[in-house]
């Protein structure tokens, strides 16, 4: 079957019917919300097998990776519905205090959902950040529409996620404009999403070129909109020398692994690696060469990835600043990505921003510094990182205190010796950060806190009992922990 | 003493002696910031009664007023502190439970400072809103360096708090640069901070059309930053028929009372009456009349809002769409607002886009609608806002449920037969709204919840106990309540 765009006729249908459906689904229940994300969930697991086989088709992916993200994917709709059920990320806050004038005060405060949201399908994660991913997830836990446009390299395996998401609306006796789906391939169909008045709100994953060009067209709107893209990111890791010294080889294996886990294809990976030149550098840079060379190339998503993972690879390795450090000892077929490190001075990485860019795929570029104040200077000249990760250990950590407390603001998540590959999905979890990692550092993507991002604060004053939503009724019906003149209370 | 534009060498000092403080103050303790913001509340009590006398003269507000507002500000500062060092807004995540595929966790999220906010003060509020107001008191609570920009309308009153914070971080032993104080008239001063890349958010409270530009310019650059503006709204009031019928006359006398408070000058400001056409509206409209009618002409803030407010009510005085319904029997002298009420029929109203705009001063409008369903379309076509007001007996709400349940989703606060002017400082409040009432509704300017606008969200993975902020550490030596493996505890 061809995928083409679907025509804006019928975009505007779907769109006008989401605008409806939110005129009734804002209203719904936290438990209702909750019932869909497990009706989707159920859903998924029914068509579990034909969703592997024909992700794999589509994505290149194995397997054992795409049973795994579905399993996070289910994970993500359970528990994103049982924690829009708990209620907490509502912050439900009442206040019946007379005031300083002693005048009566009956004010409260919970989250009203936006409106209908346009989520932009992932290409490297066609379960847990597509179709019905996180975005989907948190969109339709906090109350909203949801319009996915599918990523046009998986576009079969997201009609099957389409599909399952409108039989469980469909099982729960919720209206079909609730989500609609569409294909696009033209950057005008985006364009059209992102614009259109009716839209509130905008989930992404995938490149900073892209993700920029929503974010322009969203706040260049007569009334401008919050756009949640997820995009490029270095990952930088420090490896401090006398961890380096003591852990060499372990690290070496460690990063190796990491930066060709999935291809490199995860945003989280560790895309610089910033030493001090010294003997344990070499001993390090042999084994993770050692191990590089032992690699078998992968075949990449698709092939636009794999036509940018070749040509950014290249122009990164002719630049005179550069050495290849590493490759696989096998050469990739087409499609593949050929595992590489390169290396660079610290002084000529400063000097050529080019080498700050993300290369998505199994590339990773090691920086040497001369010395600790160098790479601080590198530190400094860093743009904003989902992550950042620290090799050390502990008596070094208090030498390198000015580079740690420097990266922190740079960052959503700093990582003490551990690889930022692998993101646990609960609420202590930050994935987002600084721009150009994301569009807004003050929302993350993954765990529950990323309802939050589809919602707004309202205050009810003076309102009666049965014209509150349920959250801010005096009796409490939903057993929420609120904020009650002041004081947190059952 | 004339206040010039301050040189822009002078101002980028000062931004980088800002920059140069965060370094530090990100890492200052909570009661550290609660001290800071005392002490700045200490230091302007002392100087009550010069700031109100100098206030006095510089925006004509009178003096039971300016003290209230002084009384608001100082409330602001300490609230915001003891919020501050109670923690809570952190929202600190632990989790510690293995995952899934039984691996150790150790994830901790918490709050990180942006960085230096800009804060444009507010010409209408010279204590509450403007150099030591909401912005600044919730940007260094949040444990963000701030530069004021002093409104050109009261850079006297600005200077005195200026001092007192300067002098409240001597003696804090704080850094000078946490502070910083500019005089600028030209659009470029405002330009300038906002481009700055060491920047990293904008506290406005003022038109939407300054407000917008800002917001531009902060998308527009190469880094875009979060700008909270507080801008327009016209805080829609409508009035069902049998509420119009029982009160009428309370209600024409609470209307009058509000939209003439503060001389109109309230963000608040009732500026749309909504009604049917009835008998009893007659009655109302004739109470209305006298009540305005008997009403004094108050000097406004400044020439720029005099001008405006005379020029922006004769332009719709003179609409063929607009009759004048009441007007003070006394004229307004230089400077001052003649309180005014007109009216338009929905039909035309819903024809001329221009009636959709604040009148920033004593000037209302009555909307006369033929039935309930042109009411509910008149609804439809309003902009976002910061309040609705529902004026209705509890038997009518039913009949106009979708009109409230539409209302809902263009405002930050919904008010059952109350005035929206006054606005409560307490975590349940919402000061906020869809643009263009504001430029973020997902935070608000008012209560303790606003120190959320000036910070993100930060995951540290694995890091020992005596690297964490002292919100995440194991002992919980702050005895917050935390969310720890999934449970709020203490």
Same mark, same amino acid.
């Given at each position: 079957?061809?995928?083409?765009?679907?025509?804006?006729?019928?975009?505007?249908?779907?769109?006008?019917?989401?605008?409806?459906?939110?005129?009734?689904?804002?209203?719904?229940?936290?438990?209702?919300?909750?019932?869909?994300?497990?009706?989707?969930?159920?859903?998924?697991?029914?068509?579990?097998?034909?969703?592997?086989?024909?992700?794999?088709?589509?994505?290149?992916?194995?397997?054992?990776?795409?049973?795994?993200?579905?399993?996070?994917?289910?994970?993500?709709?359970?528990?994103?519905?049982?924690?829009?059920?708990?209620?907490?990320?509502?912050?439900?806050?009442?206040?019946?205090?007379?005031?300083?004038?002693?005048?009566?005060?009956?004010?409260?405060?919970? !989250? =009203? $959902?936006?409106?209908?949201?346009?989520?932009?399908? &992932?290409?490297?994660?066609?379960? #847990?950040? %597509?179709?019905?991913? /996180?975005?989907?997830?948190?969109?339709?836990?906090?109350?909203?529409?949801?319009?996915?446009?599918?990523?046009?390299?998986?576009?079969?395996?997201?009609?099957?996620?389409?599909?399952?998401?409108?039989?469980?609306?469909?099982?729960?006796?919720?209206?079909?404009?609730?989500?609609?789906?569409?294909?696009?391939?033209?950057?005008?169909?985006?364009?059209?999403?992102?614009?259109?008045?009716?839209?509130?709100?905008?989930?992404?994953?995938?490149?900073?070129?892209?993700?920029?060009?929503?974010?322009?067209?969203?706040?260049?709107?007569?009334?401008?909109?919050?756009?949640?893209?997820?995009?490029?990111?270095?990952?930088?890791?420090? !490896? =401090? $020398?006398?961890?380096?010294?003591?852990?060499?080889? &372990?690290?070496?294996?460690?990063? #190796?692994? %990491?930066?060709?886990? /999935?291809?490199?294809?995860?945003?989280?990976?560790?895309?610089?690696?910033?030493?001090?030149?010294?003997?344990?550098?070499?001993?390090?840079?042999?084994?993770?060469?050692?191990?590089?060379?032992?690699?078998?190339?992968?075949?990449?998503?698709?092939?636009?990835?794999?036509?940018?993972?070749?040509?950014?690879?290249?122009?990164?390795?002719?630049?005179?600043?550069?050495?290849?450090?590493?490759?696989?000892?096998?050469?990739?077929?087409?499609?593949?990505?050929?595992?590489?490190?390169?290396?660079?001075?610290?002084?000529?990485?400063?000097?050529?921003?080019?080498?700050?860019?993300?290369?998505?795929?199994?590339?990773?570029?090691?920086?040497?510094?001369?010395?600790?104040?160098?790479?601080?200077?590198?530190?400094?000249?860093?743009?904003?990182?989902?992550?950042?990760?620290?090799?050390?250990?502990?008596?070094?950590?208090?030498?390198?205190?000015?580079?740690?407390?420097?990266?922190?603001?740079?960052?959503?998540?700093?990582?003490?010796?551990?690889?930022?590959?692998?993101?646990?999905?609960?609420?202590?979890?930050?994935?987002?950060?600084?721009?150009?990692?994301?569009?807004?550092?003050?929302?993350?993507?993954?765990?529950?806190?990323?309802?939050?991002?589809?919602?707004?604060?309202?205050?009810?004053?003076?309102?009666?009992?049965?014209?509150?939503?349920?959250?801010?009724?005096?009796?409490?019906?939903?057993?929420?922990?609120?904020?009650?003149?002041?004081?947190?209370?059952?």
């Amino acid at each position: 079957m061809a995928y083409t765009d679907t025509p804006l006729a019928e975009i505007e249908k779907l769109i006008e019917s989401a605008a409806q459906c939110f005129h009734l689904y804002k209203n719904s229940s936290l438990l209702q919300r909750q019932a869909l994300l497990n009706e989707i969930a159920a859903e998924l697991r029914k068509k579990a097998d034909d969703l592997v086989a024909t992700a794999m088709r589509e994505t290149n992916l194995p397997e054992v990776r795409l049973r795994n993200e579905l399993g996070r994917t289910l994970f993500q709709l359970e528990s994103y519905g049982q924690a829009c059920a708990e209620g907490r990320w509502l912050d439900a806050t009442i206040e019946t205090r007379a005031n300083a004038a002693g005048a009566p005060v009956n004010l409260r405060k919970t !989250l =009203l $959902p936006l409106g209908p949201v346009v989520v932009f399908g &992932a290409s490297n994660f066609p379960f #847990a950040y %597509s179709t019905a991913g /996180g975005d989907t997830a948190s969109a339709l836990a906090a109350g909203c529409p949801v319009i996915v446009k599918a990523h046009p390299a998986h576009p079969e395996t997201s009609t099957l996620f389409a599909d399952a998401i409108q039989r469980a609306i469909e099982l729960q006796g919720l209206p079909a404009g609730l989500f609609g789906h569409v294909y696009g391939i033209s950057f005008s169909i985006g364009e059209y999403l992102v614009k259109h008045p009716a839209i509130r709100a905008v989930g992404f994953t995938g490149s900073l070129r892209g993700g920029k060009q929503l974010f322009d067209w969203a706040q260049q709107r007569q009334h401008p909109i919050p756009v949640f893209a997820e995009m490029g990111s270095v990952n930088p890791v420090f !490896l =401090l $020398p006398e961890q380096l010294e003591a852990q060499g080889t &372990a690290l070496a294996d460690q990063l #190796a692994a %990491s930066f060709t886990l /999935g291809a490199g294809q995860f945003c989280t990976k560790p895309g610089l690696l910033i030493a001090i030149e010294s003997e344990p550098l070499t001993v390090f840079e042999k084994r993770l060469t050692d191990q590089v060379q032992k690699m078998i190339p992968v075949r990449l998503l698709h092939q636009g990835i794999a036509d940018a993972f070749i040509s950014h690879r290249e122009e990164a390795l002719r630049s005179s600043f550069v050495s290849t450090l590493a490759l696989s000892d096998q050469e990739a077929a087409k499609m593949e990505g050929q595992p590489t490190v390169a290396t660079v001075s610290a002084a000529n990485w400063l000097q050529d921003r080019s080498l700050h860019q993300e290369i998505f795929g199994p590339y990773t570029l090691l920086i040497k510094c001369r010395d600790q104040q160098e790479m601080l200077t590198v530190a400094a000249a860093l743009e904003g990182q989902l992550t950042t990760t620290i090799m050390g250990n502990d008596k070094e950590l208090s030498t390198y205190r000015p580079l740690i407390d420097l990266v922190k603001e740079k960052c959503g998540r700093l990582i003490l010796n551990g690889v930022p590959t692998g993101v646990e999905v609960c609420k202590a979890m930050q994935h987002g950060g600084p721009f150009p990692a994301t569009t807004d550092a003050r929302f993350g993507a993954v765990g529950e806190d990323a309802l939050k991002r589809f919602a707004r604060p309202i205050c009810y004053q003076n309102w009666p009992n049965e014209w509150l939503p349920a959250e801010l009724q005096d009796d409490n019906p939903l057993g929420l922990l609120r904020t009650v003149n002041g004081k947190l209370t059952l």
